[in-house]
């Protein structure tokens, strides 16, 4: 009985642990070919139209595109290459994130 | 005078070598206006249904550094993305051109079908930029003329988004066809600035005869 109860109450922390988790609330996509203000321009137009977008940052120092996910939604990382390569820009890599874009800008802009 | 053997040795100093490019990105909307010293005035504009292609419209006035004829050429063209290199942080592209369209001139007897093709190639980073531009024109029994521009740019300080981004630029230009004698050398400063909505880029400078070079574009 008492091993039932502690497998349990077992279960419900770790079920409690994993609401916890944060879900991802930005996308950041490391990309090659972004040098230009134009490029800027066009990726931020475009990533800005798919419905889960909340906001766009693109930083060219960085070679970096992140995205703000609007509450509760995501985006695949097929459809974001697409949409980059659609774009002309090559994706080098994609990586979800709890942090908000803010959060993000403030990163990079604290960086060296 | 032709730039071609000078443009050729740069294209090998460089690992490629542009200019306001004519497709901006997907779904973009470029007008751009070009004044040349007084030789040539040009206006464009473009839609870019793909960052590939673009199509658009465009006027040319030419105007003979000694006066003795002037041109104006309406065209249609297409712009086309033949080649792009996305590197860690840099771009290189290749463009190519064509178009057809309707000129006068007080050189030759009234309107005549023009036929233009040209070409772009560049290499930029966040702090160097370099181009390279040909574009020729000719109409049957009229005229055949070619203007190649190369440009290298410097910036003093690498740009993000959000910031104005300033660029000193170096030009040399020649034209044959009897339009200049010479290369005609000029110095730049641009200015680029993204704003909601859109991008606006100006630049101004002097060739060494002291004439005003200059040149925008807004991308929307």
Known sequence: ?112 | MSLFPYLGALACLLPAVVFAKPIAYQGGTAIMGEYGAGTMQEVQAFYAPSYRWSAGIGLLHLEADDHRFSRDIAYLRGNLLLRRWNLPRAQANVFAWGGIGTASGSDFEGPKTGWNAGGQADYETLRFYSSLRTDWQYAQNAYSHRIDTVQLGWAPYAHDWDRLATWFVLQGRTYTGGIYEGVEPAALIRLFKNGRRGAVWVEAGVTREGRLQSMFMFNF
Do not use: W
């Open chain 1, 1 to 112: 009985m008492i091993h039932r109860l502690i497998a349990a109450l077992f279960a419900a922390l770790m079920s409690l642990s994993a609401l916890a988790q944060d879900p991802p609330r930005t996308i950041e996509m490391r990309v090659d070919g972004l040098v230009c203000a134009f490029c800027a321009q066009g990726i931020s137009k475009k990533l800005g139209k798919l419905e889960a977008t909340e906001e766009v940052l693109v930083s060219l120092e960085n070679g970096l595109v992140a995205i703000a996910l609007k509450a509760g939604q995501d985006l695949s990382d097929e459809s974001l290459s697409r949409s980059l390569t659609d774009a002309g820009y090559t994706v080098k890599a994609i990586e979800r994130k709890a942090e908000s874009l803010d959060a993000v800008r403030a990163r990079l802009k604290a960086k060296p």
